[in-house]
């Protein structure tokens, strides 16, 4: 009898371990996280494996959790990422902790990997794009394209789209003072003129206003597009002075039109409004969109902007888009560094500013079906980045908050609000 009863005893304990076994991976997004930029590979990767995601808003910096099936700790390991592995008891904890309605947290599901597509051009420099460098170091995969496959149709194929350091008005960066001797200059020049030509425009500036309209088209559509640096700002230019010549001689063979700034219409730009643009064609700068540095009272050593808090519960976007480990970010520089907030569309939703200086940094807004995200800055991890410089090495910043925000673009197009049980 008392054998019988051990036996019993021990097959209730057997039967009762599968249970207790941890089953659930957290991956924490706070300051316990070494390696915070692969995380975000980490959730792409998943995502890739057909395992959904739980990003965890608001809690421990926007953590992220997903089952603990075969082969996730090992990659997890792989990638230097830190987790931690528990109990299915423990995780519900954690999401009931969420769920309190006092608690300003919520679950996004995350589905389905987006296909992204990084607009720049086939020659393109080291030095040029930070949205490239994170997305190699995170190890999320991407697909090049530029004005030929714009041109050709062929956005509707991406979920998502990242605009390369770019110049849409057709004044190659304006770069001609300091580096039209130098050979990617003249190259650069030199393919773009072809493409002018082979899709039947006679300017490139005219080209460039057709690929920001088909850009338009595909946001309005339900794309996700993310610009930085000049590729924020002569976007809007570009849309603002379609079938104006706003270019001077050296850039396309004749004078502007004198009369371009009165012809301007600001009804088809995404976030500025009633912008001066800057004609001097040796000055580098496009319009008084961006902060020049004697306006932003300000050096790298006290450059920092504020992150914005929104209802992970009823705003859910913004949310997403300002998960970080910090709400403060160390500020950097780039053509395009910081938008005057005067000029900055009533219906834009702020994100990220420096409220003393006047400034935005980090900025959201919707057309149609799709949304759009504006950011300030060529490199979060180079304070005055410039040409011909090394590109940064991510591996010496790999909890960076800059770099962060950029990332939190990456995974947005993915999530859907997870239905909690009642």
Same mark, same amino acid.
Not at 68 to 78: D, H, R, Y
Not at 131 to 150: C, G, K, N
Not at 186 to 205: N, Y
Not at 304 to 311: D, E, N, Q, R
């Given at each position: ?26 991956i924490p997004? $706070? /300051? ?6 692969? %995380? ?21 910096g ?8 075969s ?5 997890? %390991?792989?990638?230097?990422v !830190? +987790? ?5 008891a ?12 006092n608690?300003n947290? /919520?679950v ?14 086939k ?6 794009d ?6 190699t170091y995170?190890e999320?995969?991407?697909t ?11 956005l509707?194929?991406y979920d ?44 490139? !500036? ?10 338009q088209?595909?946001?309005a ?7 930085m640096? !000049? ?6 230019i570009a ?5 104006? /010549? ?7 063979g $004749? ?5 371009a ?7 088809r730009?995404?976030?500025f409004? /009633? ?9 580098y700068?496009?319009s008084n ?7 932003r ?8 902007? @504020?992150?914005?808090?929104f209802?992970?519960k +009823? $705003?859910p ?17 780039g053509q395009?560094? %910081?938008?005057?907030k @005067?000029?900055v569309?009533s ?10 200086s006047g ?7 919707e ?10 800055g060529?490199d ?11 590109p940064? $090495?991510l591996?010496?910043?790999p909890? !960076?908050?800059g ?10 197009p993915?999530?859907k609000?997870?239905?909690q049980?009642?």
């Amino acid at each position: 009898m008392i054998l019988l009863r051990f036996l019993c005893s021990l097959l209730l304990l057997l039967t009762a371990l599968p249970a207790a076994r941890a089953s659930q991976v957290l991956i924490p997004m $706070d /300051d316990a996280q070494k390696e915070h930029l692969k %995380a975000y590979g980490m959730a792409y990767w998943l995502l890739g494996k057909q395992v959904e995601v739980d990003w965890l808003l608001n809690y421990r910096g926007g953590s992220f959790a997903c089952p603990n099936l075969s082969g996730v700790e090992q990659e997890l %390991a792989v990638r230097g990422v !830190s +987790y931690q592995v528990i109990s299915d008891a423990q995780y519900g904890a954690i999401l009931g902790q969420i769920a309190d309605a006092n608690a300003n947290m /919520d679950v996004m599901k995350l589905e389905k990997s987006p296909k992204i597509a990084v607009y720049t051009p086939k020659g393109k420099q080291p030095w040029d794009d930070a949205v490239t460098l994170v997305l190699t170091y995170a190890e999320i995969p991407y697909t090049e394209i530029y004005d030929d496959e714009v041109l050709d149709g062929k956005l509707p194929k991406y979920d998502w789209l990242h605009l390369h350091h770019e110049d849409f008005t057709g004044q190659y960066g304006k770069f001609f003072a300091s580096y039209r001797n130098r050979p990617w200059y003249q190259q650069q020049q030199r393919d773009a003129e072809a493409a002018a030509k082979r899709h039947g425009f006679a300017k490139v !500036s005219q080209m460039k206003g057709s690929v920001v309209t088909k850009m338009q088209e595909f946001i309005a559509g339900g794309g996700f597009l993310f610009a930085m640096c !000049s590729a924020t700002d002569t976007y809007d230019i570009a849309l603002a002075g379609l079938g104006l /010549d706003m270019v001077e001689n050296m850039y396309d063979g $004749d004078p502007a039109d004198p009369t371009a700034q009165s012809k301007l219409n600001f009804n088809r730009t995404l976030a500025f409004k /009633d912008f001066q643009l800057v004609r001097d064609p040796y000055q580098y700068e496009y319009s008084n969109i961006d902060m020049q540095p004697y306006e932003r009272g300000v050096g790298e050593d006290n450059d920092y902007f @504020s992150l914005f808090t929104f209802s992970a519960k +009823y $705003d859910p976007v913004p949310t997403m888009l300002t998960q970080n480990h910090t709400k403060t970010v160390k500020g950097f520089m780039g053509q395009t560094t %910081a938008f005057r907030k @005067s000029l900055v569309k009533s219906d834009v939703l702020v994100m990220g500013e420096n409220k003393a200086s006047g400034e935005v940094r980090y900025m959201h807004g919707e057309l149609g079906k799709g949304t759009w995200t504006f950011y300030g800055g060529h490199d979060p991890e180079d304070y005055q980045h410039l040409v011909e410089e090394e590109p940064t $090495d991510l591996t010496l910043h790999p909890n !960076s908050p800059g770099y962060r925000l950029i990332l939190n673009n990456i995974l947005f197009p993915a999530a859907k609000k997870k239905k909690q049980k009642t």
